[in-house]
């Protein structure tokens, strides 16, 4: 699998410094894992992502590394390390509080043996794991720009595809035939629109055109990869930015079937969630930690709302909560397959507002103390904004938390005694601003 002279006589090399890639960026978990492939007779070069957005100058946080060392090979190399498996198998590689995810090269579709290849009617490739050569595995992947990799020792950057070019006039151009790469995974197309979120890039018109074209291939994509494709386009400081484009493109009731229909009834939905969308932008951008659970507590709240209002069965106590946030889940988890240990804290979250709204005596510190505390109390800021409660309710939990103890007695016992303390009451419309 030596094939590294030969292949890089083929590639464009550029030094990191005139690309203004500053080495001192890169991860201590990276470098270690390059240098020790590299000491051990292997490559190991930081590819995708992380090396697109150094040179876009922004500051990466999760770093891929390619080689051509099997799995087997790489893992011993390593205190901590692990083969996962899914679509093909990768080595994760733990050091310190960081993950570094390993990847063997592998030839493009079509390019090895085809007993390898499985391919479905519409031409989605449905297993892709035959390894390959440094250039190979540049031809598998999907843009340009997302094809650079970077020699971390040597400080330089190794360029197969003309990335560094498309990069510099922000083209987003796919590797090979567009029409057989959407073809052969419709998720590229999610991935285009976040990357013209993300980065900013226009989509140029014959891929705008593919786009539509395989619009309904989309379906068949499996609901897990999709849940981390989400996670992505809303986590990572361009949610807004990235909800507009689905929306542009059509790929809203696609991806949230549920919430499209919700948004339909009544606009006050789409305020909602975009809201909610800045909330997380900024806090991204401040560094601030983001989960999960928040963005589809938000994005299926209005759903869960209906789902307890038009069943008389759901609409009081805590097992209605359950029994209404299960169906939601269930009507959502074809499209997108939201973890059980996200969807736990959703029911949390949602199950905490009645809570919080009755602010009943014995219940005030339990809830203080909760975990969830802080993004149930957001949520409930957040349905204050589009007035579905007084703010009355949110003020006083803001309040509360500043209090020493003796102020928070105080301030629970002047709370008015709750009149009507019925489970699952829909929400009272009263905007604010
Ligand atoms: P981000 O910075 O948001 O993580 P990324 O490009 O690194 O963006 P990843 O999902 O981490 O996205 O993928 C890492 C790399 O793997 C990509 O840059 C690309 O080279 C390759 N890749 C990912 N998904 C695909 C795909 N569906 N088809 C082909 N190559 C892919
Ligand atoms: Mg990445």
Redesign the pocket.
């Known amino acids: 699998m030596s094939e590294k002279i030969s292949q890089v006589v083929d590639a464009q090399r550029y030094s990191a410094d005139t690309l203004e890639i500053d080495i001192s960026d890169v991860s201590e978990g990276a470098m270690l894992v390059c240098e020790t492939l590299q000491n051990n007779g292997y490559d190991g070069y930081l590819?995708?992502?992380c090396v697109?957005?150094w040179m876009l100058g922004l500051h990466?946080k999760?770093f891929?590394v390619a080689t051509n060392a099997t799995p087997e090979q790489i893992r011993p190399l390593f205190k901590r390390a692990r083969i996962i498996g899914r679509r093909f198998k990768l080595v994760h590689v733990h050091h310190k509080r960081e993950m570094i995810e390993v990847a063997t090269y592998r030839a493009a579709p079509g390019d090895k043996a085809s007993q390898h290849h499985k391919q479905s009617e519409s031409g989605r490739v449905l297993r892709d794991n035959v390894y390959g050569s440094l250039s190979e595995d540049a031809c598998?992947?999907?843009f340009t720009i997302?094809?650079l990799y970077l020699d971390p020792v040597a400080k330089q950057v190794i360029d197969y595809q003309g990335g560094v070019d498309d990069l510099q006039n922000r083209r987003l151009k796919l590797i090979g035939d567009p029409d057989t790469r959407f073809a052969e995974?419709p998720?590229?197309m999610l991935?285009a629109l976040r990357f013209k979120a993300k980065l900013g890039f226009v989509i140029p018109d014959d891929l705008e055109a593919l786009i539509e074209k395989h619009h309904d291939h989309f379906r068949d994509v499996s609901n897990a990869r999709l849940f981390d494709e989400t996670f992505?386009l809303f986590h990572?400081a361009h949610a807004v930015e990235s909800w507009h484009t689905l929306c542009e493109h059509a790929f809203l009731p696609m991806l949230f079937p549920l919430t499209e229909d919700e948004i339909e009834r009544d606009e006050i939905v789409e305020d909602f969630i975009l809201r909610a969308l800045e909330n997380t932008d900024r806090r991204v951008a401040q560094g601030k930690p983001v989960i999960p659970a928040f963005f589809f507590a938000v994005i299926l709240w209005h759903a869960y709302l209906a789902e307890r209002n038009k069943n008389p069965d759901l609409s009081s106590g805590r097992e209605g909560v359950y029994r209404a946030a299960e169906n939601v889940f269930r009507a959502q988890y074809p499209v997108i397959a939201i973890p059980k240990r996200v969807s736990s804290v959703i029911i949390e979250i949602w199950d905490m507002q009645w809570h919080l709204e009755m602010r009943r005596v014995k219940s005030i510190d339990g809830l203080l103390e909760n975990r969830r505390f802080r993004a149930a109390y957001d949520f409930l800021l957040l349905r204050q904004k589009i007035g579905e409660i007084d703010s009355e309710i949110p003020d006083w939990w803001t309040r509360i938390q500043d209090e020493d103890d003796s102020g928070k007695r105080e301030m629970v016992q002047a709370l008015p005694r709750p009149k009507d303390q019925r489970r699952g009451r829909g929400p009272r419309r009263k905007k604010v601003n």
């Open positions: 590819v995708g992502g697109r957005d990466p999760d891929d598998r992947r999907d997302n094809s995974d998720v590229r991935r992505k990572h």
